[in-house]
């Protein structure tokens, strides 16, 4: 019987490097002993005895950094947290995550998404500043319950990847960035609820969303971005209306 | 701290506001009124007798509550199928956003036009 440990999985991994490639191109791996890895495991092993020149990022192994975000066979997942034995028989494809610009392999820019988290003030903004002596700001459990699943978003884009709207429109602000927004619109300690909202009031906001849901689908932390991008399509409905009966 | 340029505010919230008070009354009255208007009216079965007679249909849609039901109904109901199917297509790519906000919202707009009309024609 053959020992399972030995089982050699095949990887298809899509390569770019911009500048230097004309366009992405797939190169096949053989990886031996690879039945109990993870894909990014599977990934450290070609780059340590295969290809060095293989790019992609990575961090902490365990779903918490939200860097090694890929699609797998089409799917977008983190490397870390799939593993081979769970993948149906035959090649793995391995591809950068959907709707992003290639930096290298399976590196891709980040750089949109980052300014998108920061135009929604992903911080908390007190009503009245406190000063040290003064102690910290109180919370109760039911208060720390009203955010805290969208606190738990790890940055990791998969979201981005899966979402068609932000693949037509990447101007859209997206599940993730609307994730944290109510992160901190939901706080009980913050301020900031409609200098936030006024960020999202565009078809480049909360608008463009077309409630398909696939976000929450893919999320690895089960966020439930699309459940932020309602109730703050809500939100800026009733702002529509009632901004005119708005003391500013 | 800079981020992305902010857009216009949309005018998105007047037909998702009426899309989800659309879908509220149609999952709240959708049902019964397919079963009252689909199967016991036409098979004659646990209903008053005369209960959708024309005369009572008629006196219905001439009080004007009953007006205002009919209505709210119908326009809401269209308003909400738009929507849905707006987005729908929008995520099909099906074709350019206008025209078919034309053949979605345009008809809801006609059918909510059609029935103030009619609603109006009827009298009082």
Known sequence: MPDPAKKTIELRILRYQPGVDAAPSFGTFEVAGAENMSVLEALQTIKDTLDGSLSFRWSCRMAVCGSCGMMINGEPKLACSTFLRDLPPGPVTVEPLNNFPIERDLVISVGGFVKKIESIYPYIMPKEPKTVEQGPYRQTPAQLAAYESFSDCINCMLCYAACPQFGENPDFIGPGAMALLQRYNGDSRDAGRQKRLDTIHGENGVWSCTAVGICSEVCPKSVDPANAVNQNKTNSAFDFFLRFLRKE | ?124
């Not at chain 2, 659309?22 to 004659?44: E, Q, R, V, W, Y």
């Not at chain 2, 008053?48 to 024309?54: A, D, G, I, R, T």
């Not at chain 2, 906000?101 to 009619?118: D, E, N, P, R, S």
Request: some cysteine; overall charge positive.
């Open chain 2, 1 to 124: 701290m800079t981020g992305p340029a902010r857009d216009n505010r949309s005018i998105s919230p007047i037909f998702w506001l009426l899309f989800g008070a659309g879908g509220m009354l149609s999952a709240l009255f959708g049902p019964g009124l397919i079963l009252i208007t689909g199967f016991f009216a036409p098979l004659g079965v646990g209903l008053p007798e005369n209960f959708l007679s024309y005369d009572h249909a008629l006196a219905f849609a001439q009080n004007p509550v009953g007006k205002l039901a009919v209505l709210v109904v119908v326009a809401l109901f269209f308003w909400h199928g738009a929507e849905r199917l707006f987005l729908t297509l929008k995520d099909m790519k099906a074709g350019p956003s206008l025209l078919l906000k034309l053949c979605t919202y345009g008809v809801a707009a006609v059918v909510t036009a059609a029935v103030i009309a009619l609603l109006l024609a009827i009298g009082f």
